[in-house]
């Protein structure tokens, strides 16, 4: 079982950390689940990657312009389950590739990872957190 490359678009089973559970005082997500890198930046000095996830849920964004869809055959595609799900433009976490919080995928023969996201919808997923972001509606945790 090794982790996988870091790639934008891949999505890999993480325990996010919502901004409303750090407001609350947690230091632990209260679950696993999907996310997809949207940002990786230069290795720092100490030759470490980091990277930026937003994260896939049942639940519809409050905000409509918060978030996407993911369509029925990608959902299939990565192994998701057959619930609607969305990807939230409104959070992301921000830590040193691997960090501490990657998971395992339940069911899964050792694998941390669903698959890619097709490019299309990378490209609406990276425009609507940098939309969210310039609106000064993006919560970014650093997980380090």
């Known amino acids: 079982m090794s982790l996988p490359t870091p790639r934008r678009g891949l999505v890999v089973r993480h325990a996010f950390v919502w901004s409303h559970e750090k407001a609350a005082g947690a230091d632990e997500a209260s679950k696993d ?25 049942h639940r519809p964004p409050a905000d409509p312009d918060g978030g996407i869809e993911v369509p029925t055959a990608v959902r299939r595609q990565l192994g998701l389950d057959d619930s609607r799900q969305w990807v939230i433009y409104d959070e992301l976490n921000r830590f ?49």
């Open 33 to 57: 689940r999907p996310c997809a890198i949207v940002l990786i930046m230069a290795p720092d000095e100490t030759g470490g990657v980091r990277v930026g996830v937003v994260p896939i849920t």
């Open 96 to 144: 040193i590739w691997p960090g501490y919080d990657m998971r395992l995928i339940p069911g899964r023969t050792a694998s941390y990872e669903y698959g890619m996201l097709p490019r299309e919808l990378y490209d609406t997923i990276v425009r609507g957190v940098l939309g969210r972001n310039r609106a000064k509606k993006l919560s970014v945790l650093d997980r380090d």
